[in-house]
Every structure is written in structure tokens, then in C-alpha cells.
């Protein structure tokens, strides 16, 4: 469902930020290229998306540097932001993305649309209360490709710019 979204974002005029797994570049490197080429921010999602808050600080840097060097390997492009698999962390996850130069990246927003629970809840979710800075959690399902232009159209409307976690970051 990333070859849909990336065209909505291209006709919106949208440069947003996905989160990627290591595993999922390797397997995808024409799609990531694409990401990349079309301007997308590329944010580190760890490897093989495991729960971090139960690795241990090394298991936690080697899951960040393995990523990033996947990601750089096919973009030629360093990540610095970290989003932690399943929204997991602790201190040790936050330390060891600080000593490799990340920032650790939360949602202020989730669509929850890995539930497959329906374009209009998808929706509802991100409408009922947007608000500057924030963001918002989605992932490529056939129900959020459908909702995604109505979100931006939505979003605009109410006078709010889309763009990346760091342009977020620096308002």
C-alpha cells in the first residue's frame, strides 16, 4: 500500500517521514529509493522491528545501527530520528539512541489503522483533535490509503500544514 500512498503524497504536493526497518529496506530498495527521491524524510524504525524496551543497551544500538547503515547503503542517506517498534522503550532505548546521535520519536496521534477497523474511525481519529506540532502514527493498509486523502484534504482545510517529523521538531 506504499506505492498508493507515495502518489497521494506527490498529488498533495507532501513530503512526510516514514519509519523504516532494516529488514523491510533490504527487501524493498526500489520503493525506499523512491521514498527518498521524492523528497520523504527516512526515520529509523530498528531492524527486525523487536520490542527494545527488552533489549539491552547493545541489542538496542546494534538494532539502530544495523538500519541505518542498510538505509545509507541503498539512500546514501543517515537517519537521525528513531522510532521505536510498537511505541516500546526505556532509558536504556533512549540511551542508546542518544549515543549513536538519534532522537527518539513519538506519536502525539494514532490512527491505530493496523486494527483494520474502518476508513471512518481511521479518520475520526486524526480529525477529532489535531493540533500544531502534532504527529501522527499511520502505516500502509488498504483502509488508510483510502483515508488518507480525506485526512489531508481534512487537515488543510483547517489550516494546517503536512510535513516531516523534523519540520515538526523545529516549530
Known amino acids: 500500500y506504499i506505492v498508493p500512498m507515495l502518489d497521494v503524497f506527490k498529488e498533495h504536493d507532501i513530503r512526510i517521514t516514514f519509519f523504516i526497518g532494516g529488514e523491510w529496506a533490504k527487501d524493498n530498495q526500489e520503493l525506499l529509493k523512491r521514498m527518498a527521491a521524492e523528497g ?34 541503498i539512500t546514501k542517506i543517515k537517519t537521525k530520528l528513531f522510532a521505536p517498534p510498537y511505541g516500546e522503550y526505556n532509558d536504556t532505548t533512549i540511551k542508546a539512541a542518544d549515543s549513536l546521535g538519534y532522537q527518539t520519536i513519538m506519536w502525539s496521534i494514532d490512527t491505530i489503522d493496523w486494527r483494520r477497523d474502518g476508513i471512518d474511525k481511521i479518520i475520526h481519529r486524526v480529525m477529532k483533535d489535531p493540533h ?34 523534523s519540520e515538526a521538531l523545529r516549530e
Open 40 to 73: 520523504h524524510e527516512l526515520g529509523n524504525h530498528g531492524y527486525s522491528h523487536k520490542h527494545h524496551s527488552k533489549l539491552n543497551l547493545e541489542q538496542n544500538r546494534q538494532e539502530i545501527l544495523e538500519t541505518e547503515k542498510e538505509i545509507e547503503s
Open 132 to 165: 500544531n506540532g502534532a504527529l501522527v502514527l499511520m502505516h500502509p493498509t488498504a483502509d488508510t490509503v483510502t483515508a488518507l486523502p480525506v485526512i489531508i484534504e481534512g487537515l488543510m482545510n483547517k489550516g494546517y500544514t503536512i510535513g516531516t517529523v
